[in-house]
């Protein structure tokens, strides 16, 4: 099946504990870009790429990291939380970055 | 600033009873218009894209249209199954990320 998986679904930390959020796709996308959702707010681009070893700011990147090493990963680095990044945090792929994405089932993160 | 505007916030309606969603956007260059569907809980699930002032997509129940200045995803004889956030999104000219709406928010009651 066709699908972007992150781990993990659910996640509460604390202020300062490094982490990270992976984001694998299996359909080959060259695009990939992680969001986060927030109530009023709506989805907001923290970082993409367009391919392997190139990444982009979005419109929220401050706080986090990004690195795309391989086709296929894309994960999302916290390197010292705070709990203005609690949020529903979403990842995605399409082919090219044009059409629509396919999105994961999103991570839940606290920060406390 | 390029935005997206979506209304209303939020919709009620009866089962059966046929409405409209609205999208507005103030882009230049809009290379395509996306709506898609978000149940609570998960990511939004892709439903269309249009890309020119004139196009129509259809999918069961549903039907997105889009104008030069708007996007409209109109809803036939709701089921309770189509309880859900819509969204839209405008994609400006080249690879350029999708700037989303804030959603509206469709109840279908029995």
Same mark, same amino acid.
């Given at each position: 099946e066709a699908q972007v998986t992150q781990n993990p679904r659910y996640l509460i930390t604390v202020t300062g504990k490094k982490l990270t959020v992976t984001c694998s796709q299996n359909?080959?996308?060259e695009y990939m870009s992680w969001y986060r959702q927030d109530p009023g707010l709506g989805l907001r681009q923290i970082y993409y790429s367009m391919n392997v070893e190139v990444t982009d700011k979005g419109d929220v990147p401050e706080g986090y990291k990004v690195s795309r090493k391989e086709k296929r990963n894309f994960p999302l680095i916290l390197e010292s939380p705070s709990p203005n990044q609690t949020s529903l945090y979403f990842c995605a792929s399409s082919p090219q970055g044009i059409g629509g994405y396919t999105f994961g089932s999103g991570t839940r993160l606290t920060v406390v | 600033e390029d935005q997206v505007t979506q209304s209303p916030e939020a919709l009620r309606l009866q089962e059966g009873e046929s409405s409209s969603l609205n999208c507005s956007y103030t882009v230049s260059g809009l290379r395509g218009l996306f709506w898609y569907r978000q149940d609570p809980g998960k990511g939004p699930e892709f439903l269309f894209t249009l890309y020119s002032a004139g196009e129509e997509k259809e999918k069961e129940r549903l039907k997105a249209t889009l104008t030069k200045k708007e996007s409209f995803l109109h809803i036939t004889a #709701?089921? #309770?199954?189509?309880?859900a956030t819509y969204l839209c999104a405008a994609q400006l000219s080249g690879n350029t990320p999708l700037v989303f709406g804030k959603g509206t928010r469709l109840s279908v009651i029995a």
């Open positions: 359909m080959n996308h | #709701p089921k #309770p199954e189509d309880s």
